[in-house]
């Protein structure tokens, strides 16, 4: 096959896990030229990763954006592709079959020729389902996700030495406040950083995440925040020499594990970990429904176990 298309959206924290899925197929197809469709977020990791000879960033144009649909509809139509993995699995990206029918399509939509047809597939942690359906499609095993080609200049950070800070990610959906561990508590978790000799050093992007860590430095005022002045790589690259990270269920969290620091994820019952868990070679699990009754010793406790 010389042209084949990938399609994955979004969320963050889904691109990442999509990363293994990414370096299989690749490997499975080493000549052909794959495109890969995204969205702007995430068009920088894409070309980054070395997965993919060009990157599309126009693959959810709004209803209303008729030019950005006929932009998507004609380079579809003429990008003479003959097989589609659609790691996405959404009506939306089931529905771009109609545009490039005679494709071999990977996926979940209806006449596919490779379809996922698990019953329960809505039920397997994200990374186990891509796993089953491209084993459908010749493609096994799928490694786990390899961040060693995301590399970025920290220097303009001024940080102490690998090992010296800790990363927190106390923001999240803003929609769903409930996925959130009280901002107080990340609070009491800097001045215990502090204690330890590890510097806080707070992540996020947007006004509210900023607010978020205006709290936590107000409680600690050793902790620093880099909220809005991290790109995805800068964040993969603080998580490598990071003594530990900890977040709640957010897409950041999933970069961070991926790249192999010592993460203590934080679920509430708005979210299932068995579906959507950051993975990584040292990543920790803890949930309290609300997240509220989480105590800040028994963080503490299970960070020291990391």
């Given amino acids: 096959m010389k042209h084949i298309l990938v399609i994955k959206l979004g969320a963050l924290g889904d691109f990442v896990l999509a990363m293994g899925p990414f370096q299989a197929i690749r490997a499975q197809h080493p000549q052909a030229q794959i495109t890969l469709l995204t969205t702007p977020a995430f068009a920088a990791l894409g070309e980054a990763c070395g997965y993919f000879n060009r990157v599309w960033s126009y693959g959810r144009p709004a209803k209303s954006d008729f030019a950005g649909l006929w932009r998507l509809f004609r380079s579809l139509r003429a990008g003479q592709f003959e097989r589609v993995y659609d790691l996405q699995t959404s009506t939306r990206s089931s529905f771009y079959r109609n545009f490039i029918a005679s494709a071999e399509w990977c996926g979940i ?22 796993a089953e359906q491209l084993a459908l499609a010749g493609i096994s095993p799928v490694p786990d ?25 106390p923001g999240g959906s803003a929609h769903r406040p409930a996925k959130r561990w009280p901002v107080a508590f990340y609070g009491e978790i800097a001045r215990w950083l502090h204690h330890q000799g590890i510097r806080p050093v707070i992540l996020g992007a947007g006004e509210e995440e900023q607010q978020l860590a205006d709290a936590i430095e107000a409680l600690c005022p050793a902790a620093i925040s880099f909220v809005g002045r991290t790109s995805f790589i800068e964040i993969i690259t603080l998580a490598r020499a990071a003594r530990w990270a900890i977040g709640n269920d957010t897409g950041p969290m999933h970069l961070i594990a991926a790249a192999g620091c010592p993460a203590l994820v934080l679920f509430s019952g708005e979210s299932d970990p068995a579906l959507c868990a950051p993975r990584g070679q040292n990543v920790s699990i803890m949930r309290r429904q609300p997240l509220a009754d989480l105590a800040v010793s028994d963080v503490t406790s299970q960070l020291n176990r990391l």
Avoid at 147 to 166: D, H, M, R, V
């Fill in 109 to 130: 939509a209806a006449g596919c020729s490779h379809p996922h047809r698990n019953p329960k597939r809505d039920f397997m942690h994200t990374l186990d389902r891509q």
């Fill in 145 to 169: 996700a390899d961040l060693s080609w995301a590399q970025a200049e920290l220097g303009g950070f001024n940080l102490p030495p690998k090992g010296g800070y800790a990363l927190l990610v």
